[in-house]
């Protein structure tokens, strides 16, 4: 593995800079986005009971307590309460951005990484071939076993680029998938519970 590395040059190494940051990412994103931690609704539950039995005071202490995306949205909502419903739905959305923006921290990243992994690969075979024709300049094409060394060589940073963008496209496209789930759940549970505050659900 360590040949197959320095035998790539410079690219290589920045490739596999790319692939340790991107697996980062991943094994944040798992831990990050579990439900427990965006959306636990048990916690939801036990919120919006101590709001229909009129003790708001512990459904914000409960809110403060499970510091979770959803829990700092119905806190907000616990907070304002007094407000008109409309300007109540204008305070939570913009809430709802700054939770969505923190689900969706390094996501991106992991879009980048897929992208540009290719086409480093791609520059680090073309600095290869460059090579091997200069090679070929100066010894000729009588010696196939080293010319055939040489092209395998600038290859490997391009079979290596497609190792590092293949999972983080994946990665990137489930995990983002997950946000805009979470997303619209944690616009129902908004909505739900404006009702329930202001009266309009029992």
Request: hydrophobic share 50%.
């Amino acid at each position: 593995m360590l040949e197959f590395i320095q035998q790539g040059g410079s690219v290589m190494y920045i490739l596999l800079a790319l692939s340790v940051l991107s697996l980062t990412i991943v094994f944040e994103r798992a831990w990050s986005l579990r439900r427990s931690v965006v959306i636990p609704l048990k916690d939801v539950q036990q919120i919006e009971k101590s709001v229909r039995d009129g003790d708001v005071k512990q459904a914000m202490t409960t809110c403060q307590t499970h510091n979770t995306a959803m829990s700092r949205i119905l806190w907000v909502a616990l907070a304002n309460r007094g407000v008109r419903r409309s300007v109540m739905k204008e305070i939570l959305e913009e809430s709802g951005r700054q939770e969505v923006a923190h689900l969706d921290r390094f996501i991106g990243v992991l879009g980048l990484v897929a992208a540009i992994a290719p086409l480093l690969g791609l520059l680090g075979t073309v600095i290869g071939m460059i090579e091997v024709f200069q090679q070929i300049s100066l010894v000729g094409v009588g010696k196939a076993d080293v010319l055939a060394g040489g092209i395998s060589k600038a290859l490997n940073t391009t079979a290596f680029g497609l190792v590092v963008a293949i999972p983080s496209i994946v990665a990137y496209r489930f995990y983002e998938a997950r946000v805009d789930r979470f997303v619209v759940e944690i616009e129902q549970h908004a909505l739900r519970f404006v009702e329930l505050l202001k009266g309009e659900r029992a």
